[in-house]
């Protein structure tokens, strides 16, 4: 089993920034694609980056590309998400998620494990 925990989300002003973490523990997700996904009040979760297991192949999201950054440490067990230039419309649940078997879909369907998410409130 995976255990995820998220951490770094607040209440930041439009045009901050904020760096959310993953911590993996149970198993090491070294070999796992991990995966960012959000969820905003009356809506459905949806997809926001994924980064391979390597590191070195990444996805995002449209409305999220150029100032989102995923990344990861795979001797700590952890995965980023570096978010700037923040807007109102990024206010959410963040969740981080393992691929067991896949380079890191946007479809939530290819996610096993899940963590618990961290609110990030962006203010205009």
């Known amino acids: 089993q995976v255990q995820l925990v998220e951490s770094g989300g607040g209440l930041v002003q439009a045009g901050g920034s904020l760096r959310l973490s993953c911590a993996a523990s149970?198993?090491?997700?070294?070999?796992?694609?991990m995966g960012w996904f959000r969820q905003a009040p009356g809506k459905e979760r949806e997809f926001v980056a994924a980064i391979n297991w390597r590191g070195d192949s990444t996805r995002y999201a449209e409305p999220v590309k150029g100032r989102f950054t995923i990344s990861r440490d795979n001797a700590k067990n952890t995965v980023y998400l570096q978010m700037n230039s923040l807007k109102p419309e990024d206010t959410a649940v963040y969740y981080c998620?393992?691929?067991?078997w896949g380079p890191g879909s946007p479809s939530l369907k290819e996610y096993q494990y899940w963590g618990q998410g961290t609110q990030v409130t962006v203010s205009s």
């Open positions: 998620a393992a691929d067991v």
């Open positions: 149970g198993r090491t997700v070294s070999f796992y694609a």
